[in-house]
């Protein structure tokens, strides 16, 4: 990190903590969203070069909102939401653009530039924060949910402890009280007998329980935003089932808003209500899920589609192949990434880099020279309206 | 590098009419025990099922539910405790030394984990042709032309990629070399343990297709075990489903997916989730997990967390029954009436 921006990062910490009076904070205005991500690129510095794992992201994220982020291995989703979250070594790994949370501010009204709101919200810089900054955050505005369970928690801690050690640590429970907490929460996650999970190790469990755990970790704090990084890879199709029915209830319950990340599509295909599709490192494809799966444009998009196999279909549908494999982040082609794979692909490809652009039909966004048409997207079921209830913020 | 194989012999269709199926697999009443620190684990407890020469059969089902151990036992990787496994008519569960090699060459294998299945240190030639120099098949210009040939035809270009090494290949293309060699003695039967289930979907989808093209090519019988319905469904000519180390229901793909008899083949369908935001959602999701191996509920094994188990369930074990052409289920109570 340059010296410049560790003078930023200064004014910036001393901005949300303790404004001077000739220097005042702005709020964020009230319908701002609750995650504000600008031309993030991630690099890592090794000794094969400069390897760019995330290239010139940008999307918003609003409350109460769940984004599914798809993408094969490589795609950069797992350096992106490692990336939102501040988990990011600062040696070794550079993070450009930013990352602006919204937190709810807590200081009077004479730090504030101009009249302040009913519900005033201050930007927090995630990109440039101090890891001791990042540190209130974690936890209790954003909380995570890794995809492998059993390496994440900590196998010589009971699991109880390992829940209540946040609800102390960051709401200052007491030890009863949180133990209390600890135990609700296992039974809010579907965890059957708590109190005696309550004193189990991880290797006592099963991957799904092991998963409701890691639920329960991440719920603990009541976060207003949770990244779940493959939450469901690697477990049985009924318990991948009983997580997400378990994630799409307690987002409901706890207005959060929910970054989905997968490989799979049918995992977002329901549960989602923007898309985000990734190639080597780029949005490829970003609009409301029913945009993206009935009226894509991005020729990678349909690819992906058609290479996936459904139950719906019958025995034996060829399915359609992209050529080729994924490209090599290290040293990727000229123009649009997806190129060399695509059956589309045109001189201009293969020479300039397509920007996302708007669809003319629906809106959403997609980065092609040469697009697929677009197709009108059918109307939503009922179900997916049912989805609409409770969308008010109005969250504690 | 060329990747999309085109069909030339077409004439072999595995589609025979159905009087004249020859069985090419018969297994009857497998079993395979672990003894495990004084506890016996029955990860198979006892499976029928016959394999019609050229066809797929699918097996799926949860982890833990014996699907993989069925697929080593026929291979005799595991020793099955009881039960007989004939192929083309000859006990195999019997057969020893140089008898039992000379079978398992019909019978060739496909692991998960494409580049553990390997040799790193091996040129990719020489491995698809370890098994011809094993039985001494071929020598010499022979040898190299079928290796070429069998290199070509899963798209690995063998005067770009022959004298590589396996570690520097991508699952996806380690998975094409594991089908080269097992194809290398001309097997009757591949079993795919789940073979696609550790690659991406843009070349999952490549692998799948070509193993279709393949099986035409060569007239190749699979068992195909994966955990994927849609995958199982999409390469599968019948499919059945196992629950904690027996099936539950078997039948043709496209009415075991229409139609499930079985109340867990059901759940294990509504949890799968398709790539399309229309498709129908159940709320309705199987709870709670499988129970051990080690101490499987008495009766029929699913009982324990089956919505409509009665007391006739626990006491007694459901048996096979048939409820049209080559659909048959072993539950008391199945979902769709029964044949008299």
């Not at chain 1, 009280?177 to 609700?184: L, M, P, T």
């Not at chain 1, 399915?319 to 692909?345: E, H, M, W």
């Not at chain 2, 016996?40 to 006892?46: D, F, K, L, N, R």
């Amino acid at each position: 990190m340059s010296a410049e921006s560790v003078d930023e990062t200064a004014e910036a910490v001393s901005a949300v903590d303790n404004a001077t009076p000739s220097k005042k904070i702005r709020l964020l205005p009230p319908d701002a969203p609750l995650l504000s991500v600008q031309n993030v690129t991630t690099s890592f510095l090794t000794p094969r070069g400069v390897v760019t794992a995330v290239s010139d992201v940008s999307f918003d994220l609003y409350t109460n909102e769940v984004v599914g982020i798809v993408g094969e291995s490589g795609s950069g989703k797992t350096v992106l939401s490692r990336t939102l979250m501040g988990l990011q070594p600062k040696r070794g790994v550079q993070v450009d653009g930013s990352i602006q949370f919204a937190t709810p501010f807590t200081g009077t009204a004479d730090e504030v530039e101009g009249p302040m709101d009913e519900n005033p919200l201050v930007g927090f810089e995630i990109a440039r924060a101090k890891e001791s900054e990042l540190r209130k955050i974690w936890g209790t505005d954003i909380a995570m949910v890794f995809q492998d369970p059993m390496t994440s928690l900590n196998p010589v801690v009971r699991v109880g402890t390992q829940i209540s050690e946040g609800l102390r640590v960051r709401l200052g429970m007491s030890r009863a009280n949180a133990k209390k907490r600890a135990i609700e929460l296992l039974t809010q996650v579907g965890i059957p007998s708590p109190e005696e999970r309550y004193r189990m190790f991880p290797n006592q469990l099963s991957g799904g329980m092991r998963q409701r755990v890691m639920i329960a970790i991440a719920l603990a704090c009541n976060p207003r935003l949770l990244l779940a990084d493959e939450p469901t890879t690697g477990l049985d199709v009924t318990i991948q089932a009983q997580i997400l029915n378990l994630l799409e209830q307690l987002q409901a319950d706890y207005k959060m808003s929910v970054i989905l990340v997968t490989h799979d599509l049918g995992v977002v295909a329901t549960r989602t209500d923007r898309i985000i599709v990734m190639y080597a490192g780029r949005i490829v494809e970003m609009g409301t899920t029913r945009d993206v799966f009935y009226s894509h444009r991005m020729p990678y998009t349909e690819a992906l589609l058609g290479s996936t196999p459904k139950v719906a279909d019958p025995s034996h549908t060829r399915l359609t192949t992209i050529p080729g494999r994924p490209p090599d982040i290290l040293n990727l082609p000229q123009g649009c990434s997806f190129a060399p794979r695509c059956k589309y692909v045109t001189e201009k490809c293969l020479s300039e880099r397509p920007e996302l652009t708007p669809s003319e039909a629906t809106g959403h966004f997609f980065a092609c020279w040469n697009p697929i048409p677009a197709r009108a997207v059918p109307v939503a079921s009922p179900r997916a309206s049912a989805n609409e209830i409770g969308v008010d913020s109005d969250r504690d | 590098m060329k990747l999309e194989l085109t069909v030339t012999a077409t004439e072999i269709t595995p589609a025979v009419e159905e009087n004249e199926r020859k069985v090419l697999l018969s297994v009857e009443n497998l079993k395979v025990e672990f003894r495990r620190g004084g506890h016996v684990v029955s990860a198979v407890a006892g499976v029928s099922f016959d394999i019609y020469e050229g066809e797929t059969l699918g097996l799926v089902g949860e982890s833990g539910c014996g699907k993989s151990t069925t697929g080593r036992a026929l291979m005799r990787i595991e020793k099955p405790t009881s039960g007989s496994v004939q192929l083309d008519g000859v006990e195999m569960t019997k057969m020893k030394g140089r008898q039992l090699r000379l079978t398992r060459r019909k019978l060739q294998m496909i692991f998960q984990d494409p580049v553990s299945s390997l040799n790193p240190r091996r040129r990719v030639r020489d491995i698809v042709a370890e098994p011809i120099d094993c039985w001494r098949a071929a020598k010499g210009k022979e040898r190299d032309d079928i290796v070429f040939e069998l290199l070509t035809k899963v798209g690995i270009d063998p005067r770009v990629y022959g004298n590589r090494y396996a570690r520097q290949f991508s699952g996806g293309q380690c998975q094409r070399i594991s089908i080269a060699r097992a194809l290398a003695m001309k097997p009757k039967m591949l079993i795919c343990d789940e073979m696609v289930s550790a690659l991406d979907v843009s070349i999952q989808a490549q692998i799948l297709n070509l193993l279709e093209d393949l099986k035409k090519e060569y007239g190749l019988t699979l068992l195909f075990i994966a955990h994927d319905l849609a995958v199982v469904k999409n390469v599968s000519d019948r499919v059945a489903v196992m629950y904690l180390g027996r099936f539950c229901e078997i039948g043709p793909s496209d009415t075991l997916y229409a139609q499930p008899a079985h109340p867990y083949t059901k759940f294990l369908l509504e949890a799968a989730l398709d790539a399309d935001p229309d498709s129908p959602r159940h709320d309705e999701v199987l709870g709670g997990e499988p129970p051990s191996p080690l101490n499987p509920p008495s009766g029929c094994r699913f009982r324990t967390r089956c919505p409509q188990a009665t007391d006739l369930c626990a006491s007694e074990e459901p048996q096979m029954q048939t409820l049209s052409e080559g659909h048959q289920v072993a539950c008391h109570f199945p979902l769709i009436p029964v044949r008299r």
